[in-house]
């Protein structure tokens, strides 16, 4: 049996455009085949994310190619690559450098519109979940170091130059504002 996953995209102007991102394979039924993979899951939701990210940068693109105050095409200064971490993995989009018009001043001559978007290069629900991870990580390596160090008083014994006292003197001290 072959499981063919497509993604139909309908623009603005309802053409739709097909893409298959990936097929499943399985030629038994066993416990282990039975269902999608871990990693076949990931696989489809990156490559989901990338032809949503695209598709969404295309909407974006379309009307900074002109000028908006006077209409005139803007010309491209060529293109570059852009990385943007997701909660699906990390993505690598086309993004174009415009010239800005001549019909008035500017600051710049020419703008990225995606890496103004994006100048973090990072999206809020990644950032939020890695913010949130990294306060769980201090509490429990916290939790851990008070642990380690009543079982080293009750034993006599103090780590006062240990590396493990060092990484959680620091991570106290950054936790208190020190
Ligand atoms: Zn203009």
């Not at 993604?7 to 499943?24: C, M």
């Not at 971490?85 to 001043?105: D, K, N, Y």
């Not at 390596?141 to 009750?154: G, S």
Request: charged share 25%; with cysteine; net charge positive.
């Amino acid at each position: 049996m072959i499981c063919k996953i497509q993604v139909v995209t309908i623009g603005e102007d309802g053409r739709n455009e097909t893409r298959e991102i990936t097929s499943i394979q399985r030629t038994d039924v066993k416990p282990e085949t039975l269902g999608l993979t871990l990693a076949e899951g990931k696989m489809i939701l990156k490559d989901l994310q990338q032809i949503v990210v695209e598709s969404q940068v295309s909407s974006l693109l379309l009307p900074k190619r002109t000028c908006p105050d006077c209409g005139e095409p803007r010309c491209s200064k060529g293109n570059h690559t852009l990385s943007v971490r997701t909660v699906f993995g990390q993505l690598t989009v086309r993004s174009p450098r415009l010239h800005h018009c001549i019909c008035r001043p500017h600051e710049t001559k020419t703008f990225s519109p995606l890496a103004e978007l994006l100048p973090n290069h990072t999206l809020p629900e990644l950032l939020f979940l890695e913010t949130k991870w990294a306060s769980l990580m201090s509490y429990g390596m916290n939790i851990e170091t008070l642990a380690r160090r009543a079982a080293d008083r009750r034993a006599g014994q103090y780590f006062h130059h240990s590396p493990a006292r060092r990484r959680c003197s620091g991570a106290l001290g950054a936790r208190n504002g020190r």
